[in-house]
């Protein structure tokens, strides 16, 4: 019996919302061109002080059970945040 629906199903991308302007680095460290000549950037991301890998994955995860509409949780209360 061949095996069925497996697979990656879908994808979630998370982009911190602070990004810093290569340009202006640039300025800051005296290194005209070497972000936006030398590595193609415009713009560098970066997370606030309260976020970390694990609450990246929990938010990328959190977006991907909405979206999908899956329920994970036995809990009534808690799946009706969702």
């Not at 300025?27 to 976020?51: R, S």
Request: with cysteine; charged share 30%.
């Amino acid at each position: 019996m061949p095996v069925e629906d497996i697979g990656i199903k879908a994808i979630q991308i998370y982009f911190p919302k602070n990004y810093v302007a290569q340009d202006e680095l640039e300025k800051y460290d005296g290194n005209e061109g070497k972000y936006t000549k030398g590595l193609g950037q415009d713009e560098m991301a970066f997370c606030y002080d309260n976020e970390d890998v694990n609450s990246i994955a929990l938010t990328v995860t959190a977006n991907l059970l909405k979206e999908y509409d899956v329920t994970f949780c036995l809990d009534y209360e808690y799946s009706k945040l969702f």
